[in-house]
């Protein structure tokens, strides 16, 4: 399996893509009008206290006021409370106008602001800082026992040394010398005194820490041992990771190139294709079948259609082998979507149990090289498989488009035929209410064509019936469900 990270920059947007096998399976886009708040810290004030949603809204200085949950907020007394002891009163933790230093863990998204926690976090190659929490925690996935023994006793010894501190080793530690984890460490307890000491002189609402841009950011979250090599194609950006590289990474900076070519790198590669077709609903399976992909604002809804495969001898042969491609093609898309939260899937439904069991493994199998966390359930009665993946960001599709002004986000339009009928009952409203001579109608071409032709002996009952006559003027700007009835 070969990877290869490439870094597109503009001044006003920075895009990168992890490319697996030739093969687009993530795409990451910050633009400079709208960076992502995650791991950003702040000096919050509380500016309201919900004792019935255990919660409390911040003032971080955003547009909209943060969302801090009682769950989220750290206690001196919590490391003597078992795990399983209830969350206290968040009156007990809180109060208006009391100064918090809190981090986003969840971009704003859709009408909901950012959420927040104390438990503050910081990342870096080999490994995460925790200030407030003395525990060391290894990746689940580095596998090899030896290796976690190894880890958890330098993390261990890292605490014991540490000033109540605890580190959470990332996967990128797996075989790192004690030597780097060591300075990794030095690093993170500079920063976070660097931090504590700008936070106790910043007025709230201020930012104190901002996490690195995504280019930074990728470097230090996405290069594994099997990443061959990074491309940068920008000369500016280039010298500038190249720079950051040799101070905190420099086991990564061999593999970073320039890449000085006149096409451009994402068309190259095939990444801008693959783009768009991540925001179609449709994604084509080879063997003819289909997925539909569906995001709405409470979960996104995956269906699973055999189309136009019919290889197999056997109905439920065929529908296995389409729902074990389907598996594989829905992970790939979930990453490259960044899709989040609650998401089911409806795949074809199968009467084998070991046909299912086959499909959930595939899917799992397929899912382990996510970057995000990601849970599914067994297949349930109706055939249904729920599965959370943790959203932390928004969605490509959320990034890059908005809402249709026309169908104002529903996806469908009312028929010509509809509208039709609605000036109808319209005009009879209005011919009741008011004393006019005439009526003109204002509407789209497509409506006015068949109020002309298919409904014109309809509407001519019409005009006999109110005793006035009714005029049509198509109106170019105006959308298929718009429409004016003019009194004159």
Known sequence: MTQEILINVTPRET??????????????????????????IYKGQVSRVLPGMQAAFIDVGLERTAFLHASDIARTDEALEPRTAPTPDITRLLREQQSVLVQVIKDPIGSKGARLTTHITIPSRYMVLLPDNATVGISTRIEDDAERARLRGIGERFVAESEGHGYILRTAAEGAPAEALERDRAFLERLWRSIQLRAEHAQPGALVHGDLPLVLRSLRDLVMDHIERIRVDSRENFEKVSAF?????????????????ERPIFDLYGVEDEIQKALDRKVQLKSGGYLIIDQTEAMTTIDVNTGGYVGHRTLEETIFKTNLEAAQAI??????????????????????AEHKRQVLRALEKALERDHAKTQISGVSALGLVEMTRKRTRESLERILCEPCPTCEGRGTLKTAETVCYEISREILRESRQFEVERLLVLASQEVVDLLLDEESDSFAELEEFIGKPIEFQAEPLYTQEQFDVVLM
Do not use: H, K, W
Request: aromatic share 8%; hydrophobic share 40%.
């Open 15 to 40: 895009r990168v893509a992890l490319v697996e096998n030739g093969s687009l399976q993530e795409v990451y886009v910050e633009r400079t009008r709208r960076r992502g708040l995650v791991g950003n």
């Open 245 to 261: 590289c040799d101070q905190f990474l420099p086991d990564i900076a061999e593999r970073i190139e320039y890449y000085p070519g």
């Open 331 to 352: 992970a790939r898309q979930v990453r490259l979507r960044n899709l989040g939260g609650i998401m089911i899937i409806d795949f074809i439904d199968m009467e084998e």
